[in-house]
């Protein structure tokens, strides 16, 4: 996993939990870098992995709930550091369309050695897209995220199901419609 993505992570939760929590999750969590992160870095997932769960021991929000949150304030950073990228599209479904064999693939030049979900379009048409989201690090919660995010920075209404193909979230079928058109 990049370093972009701990040092954004830290930055949200001193932001919104205080310096404390953050020194304290840091401190128990057994971090092989000692908790230093360069935005260039390669770290381990699992260094994310036991920041969450700290976090969430300390703040009673579930894992899922703080991926959520963190899917959010990751979106700013992208919308800031790769206008290039969003310009590139006219609207939120044709972004979303095109994370897999674009976007990411983009992402693999700029951010050696990230760590990738796969999505696999199953249906798309003018106002709704279905996904499947693969990923060993389960962040279907932080792709939910983002995917509103993207509706709103094409000021769009969005409406997002997701359903848990398996049970550890590894494999998730997204759902997303453009709000105001009927669920097919
Ligand atoms: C400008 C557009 C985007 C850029 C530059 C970008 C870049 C990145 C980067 C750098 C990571 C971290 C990789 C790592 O830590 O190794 C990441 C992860 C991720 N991205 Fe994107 N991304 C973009 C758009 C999106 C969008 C619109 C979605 C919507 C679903 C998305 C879904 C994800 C997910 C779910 C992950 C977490 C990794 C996982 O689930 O396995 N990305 N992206």
Redesign the pocket.
Known sequence: ??G??FTEFLEMVEREFGFEVLDEIINESNLASGGIYTSVG?YD?IEMQSLIVKLSEKTKLSVDELLYAY?KT??AM??K??KN??NLYSGPLE??AS?ENH??V??RK??P?????T?RIIHQDEHSLEMM?Y??????M???A??E??FEHYHENSRINLEKVQEDGTQVR?KIHKAGYAVS
Do not use: C, Q
């Open positions: 996993m990049k972009i993505v390669t997932f899917g990751f979106f992208l919308e550091n790769h990228i969003f972004m979303l994370i976007i990411h983009e992402v700029l951010y050695g990230a760590e990738l979900p999505f989201y990923s060993d690090r389960s962040m279907y932080f792709a939910k983002l995917m995010k993207t997204f």
